[in-house]
């Protein structure tokens, strides 16, 4: 991370300020305004659209590997996606994948 | 009687919100672990968790700056993640809209998932309770989150000084994002969404600036929306 005080500041309290604004927004001055459906609609797939693009180059290129596909890392990735869809349960799945991560690099080194 | 009854609601809330302090606490802990092992100071990293408390949006921006994105992607991207809320502003508006303004001001503040999830599940419900208790149910469930977020962050913060570099925590990051991402791919729509994303943003990843994610994004939720679009037209 390469960044001055002041940058990391703008970015801590802008993000702040641009995510208190969304949330206030219809709860505060946009009450009277009914979104329109479709915008609902694509707000509806804000998560799942930004998150996946996000960590697929983490999978595939890791830093720490230095942009090396990683097998170990792959399979740690996958693991904790399936134990995650089918259980909900975010420690399990984060736990998982990473056990599975520390086998693997123990074991092909 | 009115005044016991609203506060007995508020405690209602309370124990309805605190189940969700065991899914939010390992996020706040390893995001205060991992933003300290990036370089960020304490004060930093727990004005990041007081000001935004969004654990996905908190992850976004660390990665964003771990890539040492400029500035403005740091931004666009994790504020990027949080548009969802401006849905659960305007889902939440008719059942809180009546409340006095600063009430709805501190509301926004605690709107988070777990806090909205539950709300609105108990003003579907109950659509005829009094506004003043909605408010008090509201600011209940959010409450118990709210301050594990705080004191998670707080905690893995310190403990992140204590950990050596070497213990490759570094891909706990995805893996924390796969694992708020795992249980959201409830529908063919979301999937969908979810490859779109993926695949443009590995298809555009040679783009400056992490634009590729930007654009990638903004496709997976025109895919998402309009999957939907169709499959509801289908079902009517």
């Known amino acids: 991370m390469n960044y001055s005080t002041a940058e990391i500041w703008v970015i801590i309290v802008l993000m702040g300020i641009g995510t208190y604004l969304i949330r206030f927004s219809f709860l505060g001055p946009l009450g009277r305004w009914q979104m329109p459906p479709w915008a609902l609609r694509l707000l509806r797939y804000t998560p799942v659209a930004v998150l996946p693009g996000l960590v697929a180059p983490l999978v595939l290129w890791p830093a720490a590997t230095e942009g090396v596909p990683d097998p170990a890392r792959m399979l740690a990735a996958g693991t904790t996606l399936l134990v995650g869809y089918f259980t909900k349960n975010v420690v399990a799945s984060i736990l998982s994948g990473a056990g599975v991560l520390y086998l693997l690099s123990y074991f092909l080194g | ?236």
Not at chain 2, 152 to 172: H, R
Not at chain 2, 211 to 224: C, D, P, S
């Open chain 2, 1 to 236: 009687m009115v005044e016991s009854s609203t506060r007995s609601t508020f405690w209602r809330g309370f124990w309805a919100g605190m189940p969700f302090t065991l899914a939010v606490s390992p996020f706040g802990l390893a995001f205060g672990v991992l933003a300290t092992e990036a370089g960020l100071n304490l004060i930093e990293v727990m004005s990041m968790s007081v000001l935004v408390i969004a654990g996905a949006a908190q992850f976004t921006a660390l990665s964003q700056m771990q890539e040492n994105a400029p500035v403005i992607v740091v931004l666009i991207a994790a504020l990027a993640v949080n548009l969802r809320m401006a849905m659960y502003s305007a889902s939440l508006a008719p059942y809180l809209g009546p409340a006095p303004f600063w009430k709805r001001a501190v509301a926004a503040y605690i709107l988070v998932d777990n806090s909205y999830a539950v709300g609105v599940a108990e003003f579907e419900k109950k659509p005829e309770m009094p506004i003043a208790k909605k408010m008090a149910f509201f600011i209940g469930c959010a409450i118990p989150v709210w301050f594990v977020w705080y004191i998670a962050t707080f905690a893995g913060a310190l403990l992140g000084k204590s950990i050596p570099a070497e213990y490759s925590l570094d891909f706990v990051v995805p893996l924390a994002f796969l694992a708020i991402l795992a249980p959201m791919l409830k529908t063919l729509a979301h999937i969908a969404a979810a490859l779109t994303s993926i695949i443009v943003a590995l298809t555009l990843s040679f783009l400056p600036y992490s634009l590729g994610l930007l654009i990638a994004a903004a496709l997976a939720m025109a895919v998402g929306a309009e999957i939907e679009r169709r499959s509801g037209l289908v079902k009517s």
